[in-house]
């Protein structure tokens, strides 16, 4: 018979490890049901679908590395036939179609069942193994990452200077631009090249990782913070969560964007429960990831002080604290810059992104229609340049008056307003839009207390912007005239969708109603979008 052990010689586990455990088991048990309630939902079901079709149909020259060798490694030359690119562009097509019809009719009602966030995980898991989708920023991304391995500054040089597999994937466009990213999004690029084995074709999947982990941070802070400002916490997981662009470009296009939108959602939660400081420092690091951050700081101020003062207090007071927060928020991103070891580079660089023409900005269309009339009247070339250059110019002061105008007149009293509008405004006002732009002020404007027809023009934007995104693969395949097609098709669908009177109600319950109320119908008849 063995002798008892000596007295005090068992492993006390402290309380605090078994609450910490219970808590993680409890947290783990009520994602799982509501995973499970929310795949009980036919919306829920065709978004994944639809996310599934845009994957298979990713398989392309369209989303692929130019000159790519994925397709033969994976013993599936033929998918870069031209029968297979009308099959994978139509596939893409109709996914997007049926992520877009899926998240229309999951639209909140007042008196809706809630509406589980995790939906956007079942929406985002099919796309895990695609290449990047609608942009081939990742790819730049994974040689900017390589370069940092190699300990050469992506602040100087461009990727033609990394000659190899990172260097052949970057679209020819940004060869020789030196990237313009905070030096955080630098070092977590750099992380995923080191984490993949300096596989260049996995890194840049790789970079989906960071847009995983941003729109799981926006899932846990929006709704928080709706609630915080009196906001409809299905309203906010519904435009900001669960929105098709939020999906396919923060998620499948891997963007920097992601990191610093979960970011600002962050700080806006923690200034809203009275946590200004911890605030700042989350503006700081979304800063380092996407310098447009900073403009968080309008709203971190307003909410601080509501949270501090519910009476309200002095537009001086409020101007005050903006000033000290930058000072902080200032202090904080220098810390992080001289830990990161990348210096200042990117300042002069922040000019790169306006290279590029694109007609989605209103200044940069405006411009361009002028500088094309003044061409069909025959006017010297040194005339034709000058609408342009006039307008872009115009459109950033009119984007820096709105700012100063909504930090003024509602920074303190209405914050969310100051900071979405002044996000909106940045974007619109900027020489150069891509469609994860929008999604600076769109995932904010979840949280935002908005007129119903605020809300339908986002709905609207999201629509027309899926739509141009679509588009632009199908032309990538160089299938112009079906892709035309494809998109009138899908667009009549989307017609039908937005006009219906009654579909079958997409929301499932959480796990808790589901307890409260086992025997209740999981789907109810009623109509679940109007568009006012």
Not at 300 to 325: C, I, N
Request: hydrophobic residues 55%.
């Amino acid at each position: 018979m063995s002798a008892a052990p000596p007295l005090g010689s068992h492993r006390v586990t402290p309380p605090a490890v078994h609450r910490r455990s219970a808590a993680l088991r409890a947290w783990w048990a009520s994602l799982r049901a509501d995973a499970l309630d929310a795949w009980m939902s036919p919306m829920v079901r065709k978004g994944t679908m639809g996310a599934m079709a845009i994957t298979v149909g990713s398989f392309t020259p369209a989303f692929l590395p130019t000159d790519s060798h994925v397709l033969d490694v994976l013993g599936m030359p033929w998918m870069a036939s031209l029968p297979w690119r009308i099959v994978a562009t139509a596939l893409v097509l109709v996914g997007v179609a049926l992520l877009l019809e899926a998240w229309l009719r999951l639209r909140p009602r007042s008196g809706s069942a809630p509406l589980p966030a995790v939906i956007w995980a079942l929406w985002s898991l099919p796309l895990l193994v695609a290449p990047p989708l609608f942009s081939r920023d990742a790819y730049s991304y994974a040689a900017q990452g390589h370069m940092v391995e190699m300990s050469w500054d992506p602040y100087s040089v461009g990727p033609f200077f990394s000659p190899g597999s990172f260097m052949d994937q970057v679209d020819p466009m940004w060869l020789f631009t030196p990237a313009p990213y905070g030096p955080l999004a630098l070092q977590a690029q750099h992380l995923v090249v080191t984490a993949t084995g300096g596989h260049a074709f996995l890194a840049a999947i790789g970079m989906r990782v960071w847009g995983l982990l941003a729109v799981a941070i926006i899932a846990y802070a929006l709704p928080r913070l709706a609630e915080n400002v009196g906001v409809s916490r299905n309203h906010a997981i519904w435009l900001g969560v669960l929105n098709p662009l939020v999906i396919l470009h923060l998620v499948g296009g891997a963007h920097n964007d992601a990191i610093m939108i979960a970011l600002s959602c962050l700080a806006l939660l923690l200034a809203s429960q009275g946590r200004l400081g911890w605030a700042v420092v989350a503006v700081a690091a979304a800063a380092g990831f996407k310098q447009t951050g900073v403009l968080t700081l309008i709203g971190v101020a307003g909410l601080a002080l509501q949270f501090r003062h519910p009476l309200g207090t002095s537009q001086r007071v409020y101007l005050t604290t903006v000033a000290r927060s930058g000072v902080a928020a200032f202090v904080v991103f220098a810390g992080l810059t001289q830990l990161s070891g990348l210096g200042w580079g990117w300042v002069p660089n922040l000019s790169v992104p306006v290279s590029l023409r694109s007609m989605l900005s209103p200044p940069t269309f405006v411009g361009s229609v002028l500088e094309g009339v003044l061409t069909v009247f025959g006017l010297p070339e040194q005339w034709r340049s000058i609408p342009l250059h006039a307008m872009q110019g115009l459109g950033v002061l009119v984007a820096v008056a709105a700012i100063v105008y909504l930090t003024w007149r509602y920074g303190r009293t209405k914050p969310m307003v100051a900071v979405t509008g002044a996000y909106i405004a940045l974007c619109l006002g900027s020489p150069v839009i891509h469609p994860w732009y929008t999604l600076w002020g769109l995932v904010l404007l979840g949280a935002t207390r908005a007129r119903p027809r605020v809300v339908t023009v986002a709905v609207w934007v999201t629509i027309f912007l899926l739509g141009y995104s679509a588009m632009d693969a199908a032309v990538s395949s160089g299938l112009l005239a079906m892709g035309l097609t494809a998109v009138a098709i899908v667009a009549w669908r989307w017609r039908r969708a937005l006009h219906s009177g009654a579909f079958t109600a997409a929301d499932a319950r959480t796990s808790k109603e589901r307890a409260d109320h086992p025997h209740t119908p999981l789907h109810l008849d009623r109509p679940i979008l109007r568009v006012q």
